[in-house]
């Protein structure tokens, strides 16, 4: 049984206590006339002023390597506030304060 860990504030861009590893799986795609290579089988949302929202085929990770149990879930919302009662998972609590504006954008090559 997996022990309940209390909040963590962590700014974005920064995984302090907690860091969590998305771990997306791979799935076979069978070449047919409706085969469509830019298709995703994961989007990931970064919320302006919100939570990150994962949809599609994924699997979530505790930093020690431990899977979370999603029971059927293909979307979740994982908290960047820091303010929520079920960590990794956002409940909301951000509505109250917490501002942080997401626009994309184009990252530099790696070096």
């Given at each position: 049984m997996r022990r309940h860990q209390p909040p963590v504030r962590a700014?974005?861009?920064?995984?302090k206590n907690l860091i969590f590893a998305l771990r997306i799986r791979k799935q076979e795609v069978g070449l047919s006339a409706s085969f469509n290579p830019i298709t995703m089988s994961t989007k990931i949302t970064i919320r302006s002023n919100g939570s990150i929202r994962l949809e599609g085929?994924?699997?979530?990770?505790d930093q020690d390597?431990?899977?979370?149990e999603l029971n059927g879930r293909t979307a979740?919302?994982?908290c960047r506030c820091g303010h929520t009662a079920t960590p990794p998972f956002c409940d909301g609590a951000h509505k109250e304060q917490f501002d942080?504006?997401?626009q994309a954008y184009e990252l530099p090559?790696?070096?």
């Open positions: 700014q974005y861009g920064s995984a085929d994924f699997e979530l990770y390597g431990n899977r979370f979740v919302s994982l942080s504006p997401i090559a790696p070096r």
